[in-house]
């Protein structure tokens, strides 16, 4: 297959993809087409002084054709790495656009999600810890009219109930009434959100 038609092939579809592209640009080999012209010119040469009209005008042919097949093997390079840097640009710019979307589309579900399940849990949470303390007053009301009537038999924290702490450690340091911290958020209410533990950009 000569040049001209490398070149149409690998042009002819305005859609080549980027690999379409990479592969016309490996099959023109430049350096070929050159050795080519270099064979074509020692050729001619050879002939100027010993060759007959007919043999020199065959060689000055074959030379013009040699040079005419490098020099569009050249071009058709230059114009498919043109168009190989447009192909790559548009493939890079899909990619982009397909995982920005492919972002966009989580970032709306988790959205959703918040807005829906968080905002529920944080009101439950919320609703779950006001409990909790009040099962811990009424313990500690008991406990208390336990220790006035002389008895030792308290009953144990809820929260220690439910969450143990080690004998070595303050229970209260640990509490998740005091370590847990929501700020308000849709319908949920806030817990513990102390503005000055939050940093403003």
Known sequence: MSILDSIKKALRSPNANVTDLREAIRAI????????????ERERAGLLLDGTEKELDAADTALTM???????????????????ADAEAAAAKALLDADRASA?????DMKRALL?????????MAALLLQLIEAEVAVKLVNDRL???????????????????PPTQLASVY?????????????????NDDASDFLSL
Do not use: N, Y
């Open 29 to 40: 080999d430049v350096g070929a087409l050159d050795a080519a012209v270099s064979r074509a």
């Open 66 to 84: 040699a040079i005419r097949e490098r020099d569009r093997g050249v071009a058709a390079k230059a114009l498919l790495g043109e168009r190989l």
């Open 104 to 108: 966009d589309r989580t970032a709306e």
């Open 116 to 124: 829906t399940h968080f905002v529920d849990h944080q009101a439950g």
């Open 147 to 165: 220790a006035a009537a002389g008895r030792s038999d308290f009953l144990p924290a809820v929260e220690t109930r439910a969450f143990p702490v």
């Open 175 to 191: 509490s998740i009434l005091r370590r847990t911290s929501f700020r308000a958020v849709g319908s949920a209410p806030a817990w």
